[in-house]
């Protein structure tokens, strides 16, 4: 079955940097969308950015370009998002996706906070 799970999460200052990453199972990696995800409390799950099934194309929510970088490693079936510059509002519980017109998976979350 499909999994995907993430790590990295943590507590940061302001300014800092993590390093979140997915691994995932249960599917051919190589040939997937994959995408981040974040959900603040009280507020509703945003994407963050996405990648290509090779990793040559990228998007980024505005709220992030110039500070998060999506990239994969399809040979680690895994998803990495670089989270630099990290502000206050950046805290979220933040979740790996993939998705197309028939199906819709995602990670179990993990939390990161920033805060001072």
């Known amino acids: 079955q499909v999994q995907l799970v993430e790590s990295g999460g943590g507590l940061v200052q302001p300014g800092g940097s993590l390093r979140l990453s997915c691994a995932a199972s249960?599917?051919?990696?190589?040939?997937?969308?994959m995408s981040w995800y974040r959900q603040a409390p009280r507020k509703e799950r945003e994407l963050v950015a996405v990648?290509?099934?090779?990793?040559?194309?990228?998007n980024y929510a505005d709220s992030v370009k110039g500070r998060f970088t999506i990239s994969r490693d399809n040979a680690k079936n895994t998803v990495y998002l670089q989270m630099n510059s990290l502000k206050p509002e950046d805290t979220a519980v933040y979740y790996c996706?993939?998705?197309?017109?028939?199906?819709?998976?995602w990670g179990q979350g993990t939390q990161v906070t920033v805060s001072s």
């Open positions: 996706n993939t998705a197309g017109w028939n199906y819709n998976y």
């Open positions: 990648i290509t099934s090779d990793g040559g194309m990228k």
């Open positions: 249960g599917f051919t990696f190589s040939s997937y969308v």
